[in-house]
């Protein structure tokens, strides 16, 4: 027990002895003597609540300042007021909290406000039933070209075609697209997506939105890249050393008499001159069968024969490398090039097959199933599977992992799934890989 409690027992003692000090004496009849010590009782009881009451405004000061989150106080922790002393530790401890917490908005602020999508968040507590602006970086309202407002239900004037289809997604978890005319001008299409997040007293829904064209630029501008830079490399290797060989040719073609070893290195320069031009040759030929892939001749196929007539091509091979294979076909009708599927085909059973040879028990799995109103095709194989490094690379031109890869398979399989409306699909197991063909 600190000093001030021992004022306060102190004082409380004297008031209430003399209290009964002026009782003994009021009971004796000694009136004047009473008078005079319940005067002094009172004024140690005055002198008791003041110190107490002094103490309690300065905590309530502290108090106050945290609630109302004014941080400009500096008190100092009291060794002789055990409670003033934890409520300057309170207050300390919340100033340091709330600095960090700002600290941390200001920097979700500054990452959010220099993004080129667009972000909304919108708030309502649970006793509340109108959506409010929670935050709105500077991206949405230059997309929309609507100021910041402070209710949700503002932007219903402004843009009518975004605010009904937020409203029809009930702001839950969505993606949507949609075509917007913005001050008469022509219509922009973009990508909505809407995500909602509640704790035990408010419901969050964010919103962002981004320019399809946007987005479409820089894939093509990443694809471009990339296949420059494989286009460079490939040129670069071929016509560097048969740079090196004509340079060689024309200092022997300058002397006056060739030797017969002079002769000999000629014939060998040239060999290699003309094999490096049948390897361009084949480069561009490769490209040429990605740039110019032909309309598929569309017909009713049935994808059970189609996958048959595949598999007997394989069938050899596989029981000389001792690949077990498990087929699950049904008889699924599309419309489609049978040449492209099969060929489509044949590039994934050539991958699976490679991926699985230096395992000890190879399978390999192919089913036909529907999925989703959509036909799918599913190619699973127990190899080593793709790095995850290099995934986002497998569907590049040009692009492999094998000496002798060509690295036009697979963005072949690409280019003709998506010339029947479709896509191909890579996923990664726990072990090997599966490539999933997904027909309309």
């Given amino acids: 027990m600190n000093k001030i409690y021992w004022i306060w027992l102190f004082w409380s003692l004297l008031s209430l002895v003399f209290c009964l000090l002026a009782f003994d004496a009021f009971w004796h009849q000694k009136v004047f003597t009473a008078v005079i010590l319940f005067v002094f009782a009172v004024i140690f009881h005055m002198l008791c609540w003041l110190n107490f009451n002094q103490k309690m405004n300065e905590v309530e000061k502290i108090i106050s300042s945290i609630r109302q989150k004014d941080f400009s106080l500096f008190p100092k922790i009291s060794k002789s007021n055990d409670l003033k002393s934890s409520a300057v530790k309170l207050y300390y401890q919340t100033k340091d909290e709330h600095k960090n917490l700002y600290s941390y908005k200001n920097l979700y602020d500054s990452i959010l406000d220099k993004m080129e999508i667009g972000f909304l968040i919108l708030n309502k507590s649970s006793s509340e039933k109108d959506w409010q602006v929670f935050y709105c970086n500077p991206s949405f309202t230059r997309i929309l070209k609507v100021p910041k407002y402070n209710s949700w239900a503002f932007y219903q004037e402004k843009s009518p075609e975004f605010f009904k289809l937020i409203e029809a997604t009930d702001f839950l978890d969505s ?59 490939e040129l670069l290797n071929t016509l560097t050393p048969v740079n090196s060989l004509i340079h060689n040719l024309e200092y022997l073609t300058e002397q006056e008499n060739l030797t017969d070893e002079d ?132 569907f590049l031109p040009f692009f492999t992992t094998r000496p002798n890869g060509s690295g036009i398979g697979l963005t072949l399989s690409k280019s003709i799934m998506e010339a029947h409306n479709g896509y191909i699909v890579y996923r990664r197991l726990e072990k090997g890989s599966v490539f999933e063909l997904w027909f309309l």
């Fill in 263 to 394: 002769q000999e290195e000629i014939k060998d320069s040239l060999k290699i001159i003309n094999s490096k031009s049948q390897q361009l040759l084949h480069f561009i030929d490769s490209y040429r069968q990605i740039a110019e892939l032909p309309k598929p001749k569309k017909s009713r196929i049935n994808l059970r024969n189609s996958i048959e007539k595949v598999l007997k091509i394989f069938e050899p091979e596989f029981k000389i490398q001792n690949i077990k294979l498990d087929v699950d076909l049904q008889d699924f009708f599309i419309q489609a090039d049978e040449s492209m599927i099969e060929r489509v085909l044949v590039n994934l059973l050539t991958n699976a097959q490679l991926a699985v040879q230096h395992q000890e028990n190879k399978h390999i799995r192919l089913q036909v199933f529907e999925s989703n109103n959509r036909v799918v095709i599913s190619v699973e194989d127990n190899g080593q599977g793709i790095d995850s490094q290099i995934e986002s690379k497998i």
């Fill in 175 to 233: 993606q949507e697209f949609i075509d917007i005319s913005i001050q008469e001008s022509s219509a922009q299409s973009f990508s909505i997506r809407t995500s909602r997040i509640s704790n035990f007293q408010n419901d969050f829904c964010v919103i962002s939105m981004e320019s399809i064209q946007k987005i479409i630029d820089k894939k093509e501008k990443l694809a471009w890249n990339n296949l420059m830079k494989v286009i460079s490399h």
